[in-house]
């Protein structure tokens, strides 16, 4: 019972996180390892999933909304074992940027998209 709560936390947490707070920020792993920082906030046209392109120094990623979470430090954290080098590159015609002026909290702009 005490991980469904702090699950459910941590996705409170998110979801009260400002859009306009977002970029720039950094994302780090499940280990805390900067991966890179947030440049755009998207939809993808073909799911309409909401996620962050992810800039590392090596590519440019999108990183689906569903897959991060808030540690206690009010840090994004993605919760995958996956790693940037293992995920497909940005392809922008895939995705729809989502202005920040747009939204308020990535709580309103998961909730949209459901």
Known sequence: MHAFVSLQAQQQALDNVQVDT??????????????GSVALIVIERSTNNPGFVVESDEKRVVIPLNEVR????DQLV??????LE?????????????????????GQLRTAQQ
Not at 29 to 34: I, R, S, Y
Not at 78 to 83: D, G, P, V, Y
């Open 78 to 83: 993605w919760a995958s074992n996956n790693t």
């Open 22 to 35: 977002i970029l720039d920020s950094m994302i780090l792993n499940q280990e805390g390892d900067e991966l």
């Open 86 to 106: 293992q995920m497909s590159d940005y392809q922008s015609q895939n995705y729809t940027e989502v202005p920040s002026q747009d939204v308020d909290t990535l």
């Open 70 to 73: 808030v540690n206690d430090d």
